[in-house]
């Protein structure tokens, strides 16, 4: 069965600001005072729910649509607290190393450094698009560091992405415990990117929305998987959009997992949503 709300009992999502505030108290989330032109009703989706449970993980489903001035979530408490970014971030990574030059575009190679690392994947040169497809971390941690503090936490507080905290180690701040943002803001920063509405030029945010292409025909899909590595448990990540005639759905999924073979579900989960409500086939 699903419940709607409008602007209650979790969130409040607003197309104009495109900030997100939550009203349940102690959930380790800034509140914000956002100014709206319109309001966005929840719809709380529980058939959702049998996704997860068929595989036997926790997690939460966001999906937007601009058009329909509706946001459906499965679990809206889960999509109410920030988690760690982990590789999601590479979106905003790519967008500040653009912007800021320490990377001139597309082509320029991000040079191996030599040490070899499990993920074969990663040992070698490559650009910002295939460092990108294959979420490469270390050329995302150089370009990270090329940025540099001053800068990155610059970006980070004017765009005011999740709770905007770096750490001493410039490099792993989104991987470790620091930089955290919960599926609700993932979903508002991706639709100010999709509508060039960031504070960046417009040729930074259209090279990175090239570079996040994952499938073009029969729809457009940009997106980015990320996982995050905790003690026990794991959090899996994938965010972006579907735009299907004309029309984008924003989408956030966050799963936790504690089997390694279950990492590909946060992709599977996505899908299979997504085919649900019909965005895809």
Partial sequence: ??????????CLLFVSALLFAACKPNSGIQNQTP?????????????????YDSIGIQGCFVLYSPTDSTVRVFNPERAATRYTPASTFKI???????????IKDTNEIIKWDGEKRG????????????????SCVPCYQELA?????????????????????????????????????????????????????LPFS?????????????????YTMRAKTGWGLRVENSTGWYVGWVEKDGKPYFFAN?????????????????????RAEGIIK
Avoid: C
């Fill in 1 to 10: 069965m699903n419940y709607i709300y409008s602007m209650k009992p979790y």
């Fill in 35 to 51: 100014v709206a032109s319109k309001t966005i009703d929840t719809v709380i989706v529980d058939s959702w729910k049998k996704f």
């Fill in 92 to 102: 905003f990574n790519s967008l500040v190393a653009l912007e800021t030059g320490v």
């Fill in 119 to 134: 993920n074969e994947n990663w040992n070698k040169d490559m650009n910002l698009k295939e460092a990108f497809r294959v």
């Fill in 145 to 197: 560091r090329r940025a540099g503090q001053t800068r990155m936490q610059h970006w980070l507080d004017t765009v005011g992405y999740g709770n905007k905290v770096t750490t001493p180690n410039i490099d792993d701040f989104w991987l470790e415990k620091g930089l955290e943002i919960s599926p609700y803001e993932q979903i508002a920063f991706l639709e100010r990117l999709y509508n060039n509405a």
């Fill in 202 to 218: 417009s040729k930074t945010m259209n090279t990175v929305k090239e570079v996040m292409l994952v499938q073009n025909v029969p």
């Fill in 254 to 274: 966050n799963i936790e997992f504690s089997k390694d073979n279950l990492v590909h579900s946060r992709i599977e989960i996505s899908l299979a949503i997504l």
